[in-house]
């Protein structure tokens, strides 16, 4: 693969965010386990704990080679760590409803896109380890699969609806959307479409997320 020296830095904070969004979600599958009502819903999330802490291990391999120095530089930590408080404290409060959405869903909302867009960068330069990066993007598929059934299932069970859903949504969202602002500059300096990036970020979101066919909440302002 090759990598432009100019592009090696942004790129490595892209892992960065990435390795760092593994890691909540591997801490917060782990906790999620212990109040899932049912055995299949706990073997998933202890599943998924697992495979989000490999994931991690991979990524910070990846800045490792792209730009030691930056192994821990991550721009987005401030947003992520408040995202990170948020979670934890609904995992606290036994709020299984709202730790499903917060990580399987719109977290690993986001990751998902960023993911399938480096994937796309990865193929154009015939990058190595297709079959892995398959794999990891499968998994990734299904931590988020699970938490809209999750959701999906509750709702038409009574447990919640769709407004309520948004309405618990609204911090998470406005703290990613101040991710995907600063992942916005990352990608603009390695030459990326970053408001392509930024509306992709909707389609790995539930519909009922947004009510009345609102304009995606991630898309980019126009510059004037």
């Given at each position: 693969?090759?990598?432009?020296?100019?592009?090696?830095?942004?790129?490595?904070?892209?892992?960065?965010?990435?390795?760092?969004?593994?890691?909540?979600?591997?801490?917060?599958?782990?906790?999620?386990?212990?109040?899932?009502?049912?055995?299949?819903a706990?073997?998933?999330?202890?599943?998924?704990?697992?495979?989000?802490?490999?994931?991690?291990?991979?990524?910070?391999?990846?800045?490792?080679?792209?730009?030691?120095?930056?192994?821990?530089?991550?721009?987005?930590?401030?947003p992520?760590?408040?995202?990170?408080?948020?979670?934890?404290?609904?995992?606290?409060?036994?709020?299984?409803?709202?730790?499903?959405?917060?990580?399987?869903?719109?977290?690993?909302?986001?990751?998902?896109?960023?993911?399938?867009?480096?994937?796309a960068?990865?193929?154009?330069?015939g990058?190595?380890?297709?079959?892995?990066?398959?794999?990891?993007?499968?998994?990734?598929?299904?931590?988020?699969?699970?938490?809209?059934?999750?959701?999906?299932?509750?709702?038409?069970?009574?447990?919640?609806?769709a407004?309520?859903?948004?309405?618990?949504?609204?911090?998470?969202?406005?703290?990613?959307?101040?991710?995907?602002?600063?992942?916005?500059?990352?990608?603009?300096?390695?030459?990326?479409?970053?408001?392509?990036?930024?509306?992709?970020?909707?389609?790995?979101?539930?519909?009922?997320?947004?009510?009345?066919?609102?304009?995606?909440?991630?898309?980019?302002?126009?510059?004037?």
């Amino acid at each position: 693969m090759i990598v432009r020296p100019d592009d090696r830095v942004p790129i490595a904070r892209l892992l960065a965010f990435l390795a760092h969004g593994e890691r909540l979600a591997q801490d917060c599958a782990r906790r999620q386990a212990g109040l899932a009502e049912d055995a299949g819903a706990r073997r998933f999330l202890l599943s998924q704990a697992r495979q989000e802490a490999t994931h991690a291990r991979v990524f910070q391999g990846a800045i490792l080679w792209l730009a030691p120095r930056h192994l821990g530089d991550c721009p987005l930590l401030p947003p992520l760590e408040h995202y990170r408080a948020n979670l934890m404290a609904a995992v606290d409060r036994r709020d299984f409803l709202e730790a499903v959405l917060g990580e399987q869903v719109i977290l690993e909302g986001v990751g998902e896109a960023l993911l399938n867009r480096i994937e796309a960068g990865l193929v154009k330069h015939g990058a190595p380890f297709s079959r892995l990066r398959r794999i990891l993007l499968k998994q990734e598929e299904a931590h988020a699969g699970f938490g809209r059934r999750v959701l999906e299932r509750a709702m038409a069970s009574g447990a919640t609806d769709a407004a309520t859903l948004r309405a618990c949504a609204q911090p998470y969202l406005g703290l990613a959307r101040d991710m995907v602002t600063t992942l916005c500059k990352l990608f603009d300096e390695i030459d990326e479409d970053a408001s392509s990036w930024a509306s992709d970020v909707a389609k790995y979101l539930p519909e009922w997320l947004s009510e009345g066919g609102e304009a995606c909440p991630f898309a980019r302002p126009t510059r004037p």
